[in-house]
């Protein structure tokens, strides 16, 4: 199966119009969020979906490079993916829980696969939310708000 960018998000999306109408969050100035995940595009879409809270963003294409950006930035929150080559995002998740430096970084594991034992096994290893590709927009958001507790809805 291809990824495409329409792909990425639901289709039950709104329109530009009624998003327009959502609340809006602001990150509180130096907030970060590290994504992890092995592919660009789906790194590309979430910086571009996340870009009007004013963030900054890293970005991490495998398991290791994402924990050893975790320690040395210390972000406000994870987007991890979990099928990715070397350590999956399991592994990462659950090592990151284990390391005191990083142990209390919200993790919001990101995965194409929905089924209940994906989610079940991502909140075991540690992980604070789940979300399903392709991404509902308001849920990741919703996420934010909820994981981050200085955001601000604008």
């Known amino acids: 199966?291809?990824?495409?960018?329409?792909?990425?998000?639901s289709a039950a999306e709104n329109t530009s119009d009624e998003r327009r109408d959502e609340e809006r969050i602001k990150l509180p100035d130096n907030a970060t969020i590290l994504i992890v995940d092995d592919s660009r595009t789906a790194i590309a879409v979430l910086k571009k979906t996340l870009a009007p809270t004013g963030y900054d963003i890293l970005s991490a294409e495998d398991g290791e490079e994402g924990i050893a950006m975790a320690k040395l930035h210390q972000p406000d929150l994870i987007l991890m993916d979990i099928i990715m080559p070397g350590l999956n995002g399991f592994q990462a998740t659950r090592i990151l829980r284990k390391d005191t430096d990083t142990q209390d970084i919200?993790?919001?594991?990101?995965?194409?696969n929905e089924q209940a034992t994906e989610k079940f096994w991502g909140l075991r290893v540690g992980a604070n939310g789940f979300l399903a590709k392709p991404v509902d927009r308001a849920e990741l958001f919703h996420l934010l708000r909820e994981h981050l507790p200085n955001a601000e809805v604008v």
């Open 1 to 9: 199966m291809a990824f495409n960018l329409r792909s990425f998000f």
């Open 106 to 112: 919200p993790i919001v594991i990101i995965s194409g």
